[in-house]
């Protein structure tokens, strides 16, 4: 109930604050577990991810978010569980492998953190760990705009306009190295980038 009142409310917030563009979202998976991988530029990505899915999405989120007792309720509310960043955190790939062959869909910043635009950074290797393991579409995912509506240390939130565009599914070499995976879908998302701009 939580997850579907803030979806809602973040639907409305989009449209009016960011004229919130999206285009691809007949690739979302209507049916089983899938990931959606997606470039990080600002906070408001989780929320843009989980306004462009019509089905539920679970999040991982820095364990230090949960550190305080109502945002981690609040957290767990909208389906974000703990990971920890900098580590192979065994625990929370159990848990995101657990979601997905529950047929849940989880989205994954490949970069692991915000990035800004028009830079790169080396993926982490787990979603290529979880893209093998659990054998779950991967529909990668750009967003543009964010950046700048809220860019990074920044206080105030601009009216900025949001686009979105959503790939087909990736296919997935499972001999391939979970690195080499990573960065191949990292190399899909950025692809959508020049799509954008046609």
Same mark, same amino acid.
């Given at each position: 109930m939580v997850y579907t009142i803030l979806r809602l409310t973040?639907? =409305?917030? #989009?449209?009016?604050? =960011?004229? #919130?563009e999206v285009k691809g979202r007949e690739h979302i998976p209507k049916k089983g577990g899938f990931i959606l991988a997606s470039n990080h530029i600002s906070y408001l990505d989780p929320i843009a991810?989980?306004?462009?899915?019509f089905r539920k999405l679970s999040f991982m989120a820095r364990h230090d978010l949960f550190c305080n007792p109502f945002f981690s309720w609040l957290l767990t509310a909208c389906?974000?569980?703990p990971v920890k960043r900098d580590s192979i955190d065994s625990a929370a790939l159990k848990e995101a492998l657990r979601r997905l062959k529950s047929a849940h869909a989880l989205a994954i910043f490949p970069e692991g953190r915000r990035v800004p635009e028009g830079t790169t950074v080396r993926p982490q290797a787990g979603i290529g760990f979880l893209a093998v393991k659990a054998d779950v579409p991967v529909i990668p995912v750009f967003i543009k705009?964010?950046?700048k509506a809220l860019p990074k240390g920044a206080k105030?939130?601009?009216p900025e306009k949001v686009f979105v565009y959503i790939g087909k599914q990736i296919s997935i070499e499972r001999r391939l190295p979970y690195q080499e995976i990573a960065q191949r879908i990292m190399e899909n998302i950025r692809q959508l980038s020049c799509e954008t701009l046609n």
């Open positions: 973040a639907c =409305f917030v #989009f449209k009016i604050l =960011f004229r #919130f991810l989980g306004v462009i899915s389906c974000v569980f705009g964010t950046g105030i939130i601009r």
